[in-house]
């Protein structure tokens, strides 16, 4: 996640009272916002959605809420869509006046990451389902291929980081989560199961075009 100080005020009228220049590169607007303008003028469609939410922070409420900005129109923007959380906590004034601090936190990286997992996840799923149908693999068959996979996935995760996608393993990486089970003092039968299973799962990857052939 890559966290910026993005921040606005907006009033109880819905008016900016301040923001930054790091919130308006986040919203990618076309024109400087001033203080003073009002928030429907800038996006409309977007102001609409998240409106809802500014009044329930202007009545007192912390939240947060999320929405995508798309790339802007006829800009060489590679990084594509930018996927926002925004956190609204209220305040008011010793007048009781009432205002919204806006601080705006850009999640693309955290989605991007949330969707290699569910189709790891998925794969998965279909894998066990073909052990299940084409080599009618017993329960507990299926129990240990599930037990074994989800087990390297957390260590690759915890050692490597989550960005490591399935198809960056490389054997370098099979081989230390090897070590690392001999280490928690499996024996040689368990360790060549849980080797097993992942080169059945690889090879099935590869057979269905998810990743290279090995490792």
């Given at each position: 996640?890559?966290a910026?100080?993005?921040r606005?005020?907006?009033?109880?009228t819905?008016?900016?009272?301040?923001?930054n220049?790091?919130?308006?590169?986040?919203?990618?607007?076309a024109?400087?916002?001033?203080?003073?303008?009002?928030?429907?003028?800038?996006n409309?469609?977007?102001?609409?959605?998240?409106?809802?939410?500014?009044?329930?922070a202007?009545?007192?409420?912390s939240?947060?809420?999320?929405?995508?900005?798309?790339p802007?129109?006829g800009?060489?923007?590679s990084?594509?869509a930018?996927?926002?959380?925004?956190?609204?906590?209220?305040?008011?004034?010793?007048r009781?006046?009432?205002t919204?601090?806006?601080?705006?936190?850009?999640i693309?990286?955290?989605?991007?990451l949330?969707a290699?997992l569910?189709?790891a996840?998925r794969?998965?799923?279909?894998?066990?389902?073909?052990?299940?149908?084409?080599?009618n693999?017993s329960?507990?068959?299926l129990?240990?291929?599930?037990?074994e996979?989800?087990?390297?996935?957390?260590?690759?995760?915890?050692?490597?980081?989550?960005?490591?996608?399935?198809?960056?393993?490389?054997?370098?990486?099979?081989?230390?989560?090897l070590?690392e089970?001999y280490a928690r003092?499996?024996?040689k039968?368990?360790?060549?199961?849980?080797?097993?299973?992942?080169?059945?799962?690889f090879k099935w990857?590869?057979?269905?075009g998810?990743?290279?052939p090995?490792?």
């Amino acid at each position: 996640i890559t966290a910026m100080p993005t921040r606005a005020v907006i009033d109880a009228t819905h008016h900016y009272r301040f923001v930054n220049d790091a919130f308006q590169r986040m919203l990618k607007v076309a024109k400087p916002i001033e203080i003073g303008t009002a928030g429907g003028s800038i996006n409309p469609g977007r102001w609409a959605k998240v409106r809802p939410s500014i009044d329930r922070a202007l009545a007192g409420e912390s939240l947060s809420i999320e929405f995508t900005i798309p790339p802007t129109p006829g800009a060489d923007d590679s990084a594509g869509a930018t996927h926002v959380c925004a956190f609204l906590e209220p305040h008011a004034d010793v007048r009781g006046a009432r205002t919204v601090a806006v601080v705006l936190v850009d999640i693309t990286t955290l989605k991007q990451l949330e969707a290699e997992l569910r189709s790891a996840d998925r794969h998965k799923d279909e894998f066990l389902a073909m052990l299940a149908h084409e080599r009618n693999a017993s329960p507990h068959t299926l129990r240990a291929y599930e037990r074994e996979l989800r087990g390297f996935a957390d260590y690759a995760i915890e050692n490597f980081g989550a960005n490591l996608a399935v198809d960056q393993i490389e054997h370098l990486h099979i081989r230390a989560y090897l070590g690392e089970l001999y280490a928690r003092g499996l024996s040689k039968a368990s360790v060549a199961r849980a080797l097993a299973a992942i080169r059945s799962w690889f090879k099935w990857l590869a057979r269905q075009g998810f990743v290279p052939p090995g490792p």
